[in-house]
């Protein structure tokens, strides 16, 4: 079956480090996007790419970097510019031709990040 | 710009009880809109969409009509159980912004038996 596959589940960050979420799908996808999440809030967007090697800055981009290299992969970076990265990670996909808009976003099932 | 409001909770609710989660949106175009849910420690999953005005879409026992003379996509369920607690988010989704989504801050569903 086809999906999204977020890796680590859980990861734990020292300070001072970076560190990177793997994003992962095979539903041949256009667009990758990812969201933050703090406890008891909405999603908050990071980063979202439309094309292979180019992404583009979304509301909370300080902090963080990604790259797509491969349709297939988005991985993001948490760098130590990242005052306050614990939180849960969301990657999502979509298909942007035709009739994409028809179908919504695919999520992955997150990676929680913890800064100790 | 585009936007969606919830209804904030969080919601508890007894088994069986009717569940509505109101949402209401901001658009200037004409968007699909959309019902996610997220189980604890889980991403996103979607429960039910509708793209045009009057559309009603279901799953799971759960309904939304897309109402555009209120701007409103109200989630309803008629009984509700304990395996339905978890956090709702509602969405738009405008082909014109370039399928750019826009998230409710969601609304979390306590259902105890």
């Known amino acids: 079956d086809g999906g999204i596959t977020q890796s680590p589940k859980y990861l734990f960050r020292k300070e001072g480090q970076n560190v990177t979420l793997s994003c992962e799908q095979n539903?041949?996808?256009?667009?990758m996007y990812w969201y933050r999440q703090d406890p008891g809030q909405g999603l908050r967007l990071i980063y979202y790419?439309?094309?292979?090697?180019?992404?583009q800055k979304g509301d909370i981009a300080e902090g963080y970097s990604v790259s797509r290299e491969k349709k297939e992969s988005f991985p993001l970076t948490v760098t130590s510019a990242q005052k306050n990265p614990t939180a849960f990670y969301l990657c999502a996909s979509s298909v942007l031709k035709d009739r994409g808009w028809y179908y919504g976003y695919t999520f992955g099932s997150g990676t929680r990040l913890t800064v100790v | 710009g585009d936007s969606v409001t919830q209804m904030e909770g969080p919601v508890t609710l007894s088994e069986e009880a009717f569940l509505t989660i109101n949402c209401t949106y901001t658009a200037t175009g004409y968007p699909s809109l959309f019902w996610y849910v997220q189980y604890p420690g889980e991403g996103l999953q979607l429960l039910l969409k509708a793209t045009k005005a009057d559309d009603k879409g279901s799953n799971k026992g759960f309904e939304a009509t897309y109402r555009k003379e209120t701007t409103s996509f109200h989630l309803e369920k008629g009984s509700v159980q304990v395996s339905d607690s978890a956090v709702y988010f509602c969405a738009l989704s405008d082909q014109r912004t370039g399928n750019q989504f826009y998230f409710g801050t969601g609304t979390s569903l306590t259902v105890i038996p």
């Open positions: 539903l041949n996808h256009d667009a």
């Open positions: 790419s439309q094309i292979v090697n180019d992404f």
